[in-house]
């Protein structure tokens, strides 16, 4: 941890006051293990990925209407569900009739992989992903699938898997977080809590971005010159390293401690990375900055911001939903308008960062992940809604060491249940962690007395979703 090292705003500080080169902040020695962002437990195996992005598609969509097409539903629209399978309890009990998909699917690429119309721009990259039919969550409920998807645990309070990834491996970069939640406008039920560190120390937590203009609140500088802003740091630093003479070591004021240093760094950092004034005017439509709805151009420009994160070395990016008006891709009425509201703000930026990855060479070292907390019911709610469905979903992931242009997994005949190689959430985290070169297992932190995991005491390697090296 942090102590008295020439490292940090401190040594920055005085470097800046006593003009000394050998000590300016492009001086720091990257390799330090003091240093934030640095890993400070390292790999157990080569890795296939080195940085995750995670498409949080909040809501949770509809596997039947987006990359699991049921025939089923067809043939026997509007009849009772109960003539074909027993119905269980859902979140509003209100069940209705079997209900088709609105949208038609479409073969794509050499792999033949079924989109739904919802996603053409999406479908155009099917040879690039691995689709996971038979996720399956332990809770029907919003707030509690937030916090088992981001956490691993349905209780508010546990470390979130980007804390897990940051706490393992860091950052690459030392003037940016090693864990950024790039907000488009919608946190999810469950909140902050979905992003924190929990347990762990604080400074492993996400740290939320806009995707556009100041992008992070409270890290301008007040003062009225940097070397007043220095001195006033310097002072802070030796407080602090008081503070820990005296007291002894703390991990809320080595967080703190921490923190500060990487503010420091970040007031450089984030004006540049905010700007796109490098980015070709060919690349930015490509991602859909210049669209005309409104929901497609912010999600457009987390994508994009997403990309030049990995870019610069950051270790686990997560991208929220922008707002359509609707409720998310929680469509319990109006499935058809709320779902091509939710799938045209994300399908073509979504589709540019897979091909702008793969073109830039970083594809086979971006882990990509889409994913809702749980799906949504074959039946409708009322006439023309979906319920919760937490028993047969569907994910996918994209780069990153994963088996391209695949299918794992199956749901029923009508898309009701997993019923083939059923994946739970703590399966996902633990190939995540692995394609990162991380052994899930081996991965803890010590508190309340147990060897804590973000897998629990759960969880495997889905090997058939990797690649072979």
């Given at each position: ?346 399908d073509q930026p979504i589709a540019a960062l897979l091909k702008d990855l793969r073109q830039r060479g970083m594809l086979d070292e971006t882990l990509v992940v889409w994913a809702g907390e749980f799906g949504r019911t074959p039946f409708a709610q009322g006439s023309n809604g979906r319920d919760h469905n937490p028993q047969g979903f569907t994910i996918w992931m994209a780069g990153g060491g994963v088996r391209a242009g695949t299918v794992y997994g199956a749901t029923d005949e009508f898309g009701y249940k997993a019923i083939e190689n059923r994946m739970e959430v703590h399966d996902l985290h633990a190939t995540m962690l692995h394609l990162l070169g991380v052994d899930h297992t081996r991965s803890t932190f010590r508190f ?22």
């Amino acid at each position: 941890m942090l102590r008295r090292t020439a490292s940090g705003f401190g040594a920055v500080a005085l470097a800046a006051l006593t003009a000394d080169p050998a000590f300016t902040s492009e001086a720091v020695d990257t390799n330090s293990p003091t240093l934030l962002g640095n890993a400070l437990h390292g790999l157990h195996h080569p890795p296939r990925a080195k940085n995750i992005i995670f498409l949080y598609m909040d809501g949770g969509p509809s596997q039947v209407d987006t990359f699991d097409p049921k025939p089923m539903l067809t043939k026997f629209n509007g009849r009772e569900p109960s003539e074909f399978f027993a119905v269980e309890p859902t979140q509003f009990n209100n069940t209705g009739k079997v209900l088709d998909s609105p949208w038609k699917f479409t073969n794509y690429g050499e792999s033949g992989l079924p989109v739904s119309g919802l996603f053409p721009h999406v479908g155009t990259c099917a040879d690039e992903l691995a689709v996971v039919r038979s996720m399956v969550s332990e809770f029907p409920e919003h707030t509690f699938a937030n916090y088992f998807l981001h956490t691993g645990s349905g209780l508010q309070g546990r470390p979130s898997m980007g804390a897990w990834v940051n706490y393992g491996l860091g950052s690459e970069s030392q003037n940016l977080p090693g864990f950024i939640v790039i907000n488009g406008g919608l946190i999810p039920p469950g909140g902050l809590d979905c992003f924190g560190s929990g347990f762990l120390p604080a400074s492993y937590q996400g740290s939320v971005f806009k995707p556009s203009g100041s992008a992070v609140a409270n890290i301008q500088r007040t003062e009225k010159s940097a070397e007043a802003q220095l001195r006033k740091l310097a002072l802070v630093r030796g407080l602090d390293d008081m503070s820990v003479e005296h007291f002894g070591k703390h991990d809320s004021l080595e967080s703190a401690i921490q923190n500060y240093e990487l503010a420091y760094q970040m007031q450089m950092a984030v004006p540049e990375l905010m700007s796109l004034a490098d980015e070709p005017a060919s690349i930015q439509s490509m991602y859909g900055i210049d669209a005309k709805y409104g929901p497609t151009k912010i999600y457009a420009a987390q994508c994009l911001l997403a990309r030049r994160l990995v870019e610069r070395g950051v270790r686990f990016i997560e991208l929220t939903c922008p707002s359509v008006g609707a409720d998310r891709w929680d469509q319990h009425s109006k499935l058809k308008e709320g779902h091509e509201n939710n799938a045209r703000a994300v399908d073509q930026p979504i589709a540019a960062l897979l091909k702008d990855l793969r073109q830039r060479g970083m594809l086979d070292e971006t882990l990509v992940v889409w994913a809702g907390e749980f799906g949504r019911t074959p039946f409708a709610q009322g006439s023309n809604g979906r319920d919760h469905n937490p028993q047969g979903f569907t994910i996918w992931m994209a780069g990153g060491g994963v088996r391209a242009g695949t299918v794992y997994g199956a749901t029923d005949e009508f898309g009701y249940k997993a019923i083939e190689n059923r994946m739970e959430v703590h399966d996902l985290h633990a190939t995540m962690l692995h394609l990162l070169g991380v052994d899930h297992t081996r991965s803890t932190f010590r508190f309340g007395g147990r060897d804590m995991r973000l897998t629990d005491v759960k969880g495997h390697v889905v090997e058939d979703l990797i690649a072979s090296s």
